[in-house]
């Protein structure tokens, strides 16, 4: 696979087979999170690897949008304390970073097999006192992994033609 | 008193974990991710009248309408809202042949 058709082949996966992840490619999934760009490279992600069962039903318990049976979930956080050297934008410009870091960490993940699924929607108050989190670490994303039952089909994409200008904004590309 | 491991197996309290931490959820996420969430615990208490021998035919196929449905939320708001009817003309049905 080139990386067009990783980029475009991966899929939010929401479907697990009940097969464990070999450790090496766990630690290629979770390497490729820091090789991510980052605002002044601050690096202000932290990354909570959780592969034992219990703990995994009970974040699936405090995520309702959390479906299937993930064989890890990878936690990704902010730490606000680093995000503050980048100033009053810090911020914001982490919660990009940890975007960058997650979409390598699919990308990788999709290239040998593994499905994955970013989730938002998770309550931030109990998956902090589950795992420990600290006060000055906000969990903003969670990713489920796991060999997937199926890919499923690709959702619609707005069209190029709708959605980039050229040159101006309202100079619709016409392909 | 049960032991909190027997509490976290049952299925009773995996529904009230989610009830619980999805009203938090509800608070922030999209507008329709509300009757999501309502029709995704529909189709797990059905799941649990199911093992407890509580359900019929009609029933059952409530259940597979969500489970097959639901994801409609991401794709496409419309039908998801059309399913969300057709659902409850499917259990308005079953009210009438009772
Ligand atoms: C920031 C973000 C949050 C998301 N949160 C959830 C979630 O809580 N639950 C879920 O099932 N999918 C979630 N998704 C997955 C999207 O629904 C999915 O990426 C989108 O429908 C496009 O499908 P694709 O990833 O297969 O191309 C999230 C995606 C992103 C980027």
């Known amino acids: 696979m080139n990386l067009r058709e990783i980029i475009k082949g991966r899929r939010a996966v929401r479907d697990f087979k009940d097969k464990e992840i070999p450790k090496e490619k766990l630690m290629a999934i979770l390497e490729a999170g820091i090789w991510a760009p980052s605002g002044s490279n601050i690096q202000p992600w932290e990354f909570i690897l959780v592969t034992e069962k219990a703990m995994i039903e009970k974040i699936k318990l405090i995520s309702p949008g959390l479906f299937g049976n993930p064989a890890v979930i990878i936690v990704l956080c902010i730490n606000r304390e680093r995000a503050k050297r980048g100033g009053k934008l810090g911020g914001i410009t982490a919660l990009m970073d940890i975007s960058m870091a997650a979409q390598n960490m699919m990308l990788i993940a999709y290239s040998m097999g593994i499905g994955s699924c970013p989730i938002v929607s998770f309550s931030k108050s109990a998956l902090k006192e589950l795992v420990d989190i600290p006060e000055h670490v906000e969990p903003v994303l969670i990713l489920s992994l796991g060999y997937p039952k199926f890919w499923p089909k690709p959702p619609k994409r707005r069209p190029l033609e709708e959605v980039v200008h050229v040159e101006r904004y309202g100079r619709h590309f016409k392909g | ?98």
Not at chain 2, 8 to 33: M, N, Q, W
Not at chain 2, 55 to 81: H, S
């Open chain 2, 1 to 98: 008193m049960k032991d909190t491991e027997d509490i976290l197996k049952d299925d009773h309290f995996k529904l009230l974990a989610f009830l619980i931490t999805s009203a938090r959820g509800c608070v922030v996420e999209p507008p329709l991710y509300g009757p999501l969430r309502l029709v995704d615990a529909a189709s797990r208490l059905i799941e649990i009248m199911r093992k407890e021998g509580r359900v019929n035919e009609q029933i059952i196929k409530l259940q597979k309408m969500i489970k097959e449905r639901m994801d409609l939320v991401m794709y496409d708001e419309e039908m998801f809202i059309e399913f969300l009817d057709e659902l409850s003309k499917e259990l308005a049905k079953m009210l009438k042949s009772e």
